[in-house]
């Protein structure tokens, strides 16, 4: 096994618009828990600090350590970016691997670009004028787009993720169980794939500590702490051509 290709595993996971600084280069060996790009009080009163310090150094890094100890029992997937491992999941023949992988790749996946997707309120900004006028073209206004969001990521029953995505060349939302995400070909259902533009956590570690059982509490609170540059920036990628 190579440890500098699994570094790349590690420091690859999430894109490499993703992570930088630190974190890539605090990458040594297999996958490493990115580092928060704000402080864990940084996005109160709308996200609490214990539920963020929970989150990030408990909850993920549990999904980092799921991952560890997948990998470890793969060595061909050494090298490979995260995101080519989730996409290619379906052809992994050994369930045993497959569904750690699954869980805690996608894990890992989702947490380090869900921490991207969020700012402080005062740096939240706006959408782009490109993204802005995208969200007004395929739902009619911010409101209604905000509207679909909560209903999607409120009716997502038990644990999972509420996803603003970019499939066929126009803006969808769209929702995924447990882990799963929209990268995840030949596991979530077809509508459900595309690139992710913003993803927001609804397991209830994500809120359960300040918001309890009131999970629509949490997803309002939310629109205030959006990383709106770094969710224009995804969608300029989306397009390449452009
Ligand atoms: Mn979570």
């Known amino acids: 096994m190579n440890r500098r290709q699994f570094v790349q595993l590690g420091t690859l996971a999430v894109g490499t618009t993703v992570l930088s600084g630190p974190a890539r280069a605090a990458a040594v060996s297999s996958a490493t828990l990115p580092a928060l790009p704000y402080a864990f009080n940084a996005l109160e009163p709308h996200i609490d600090a214990k539920t963020m310090e929970i989150h990030h150094d408990k909850h993920h890094a549990a999904y980092i350590a799921g991952l560890n100890a997948a990998l470890a029992k793969a060595p061909d997937l050494a090298g490979q970016e995260l995101a080519k491992v989730l ?4 052809d992994i023949a050994d369930e045993s691997l497959r569904t750690p992988l699954r869980n805690h ?26 993204l802005a006028v995208a969200i007004q073209s395929a739902f009619g206004s911010m409101k209604a787009f905000k509207k679909s969001f909560e209903e999607a990521a409120t009716k997502r029953f038990g644990s999972g993720w509420a996803w603003l995505i ?3 060349g126009k803006l ?15 596991l979530v259902p ?23 059982n009131r999970r629509a509490d949490y997803i309002a609170a939310w629109w205030n702490v959006i990383n709106w540059p770094e969710a224009s920036k995804r969608f300029g990628s989306a397009f390449p051509d452009r």
């Open 87 to 90: 996409e290619g999941l379906p």
């Open 105 to 130: 790749g996608g894990g890992h996946w989702n947490h380090a670009f869900f921490w991207q997707s969020l700012a402080p309120a005062t740096k939240s900004a706006e959408p782009s004028e490109e």
């Open 166 to 168: 970019v499939s066929g």
């Open 172 to 186: 969808r939302i769209t929702s995924t169980p447990n882990q799963d995400n929209p990268l995840m070909k030949g």
């Open 190 to 212: 077809a509508t459900d794939l595309g690139i992710p533009i913003l993803g927001l956590d609804v397991w209830e570690h994500a809120y359960y500590l300040n918001y309890q």
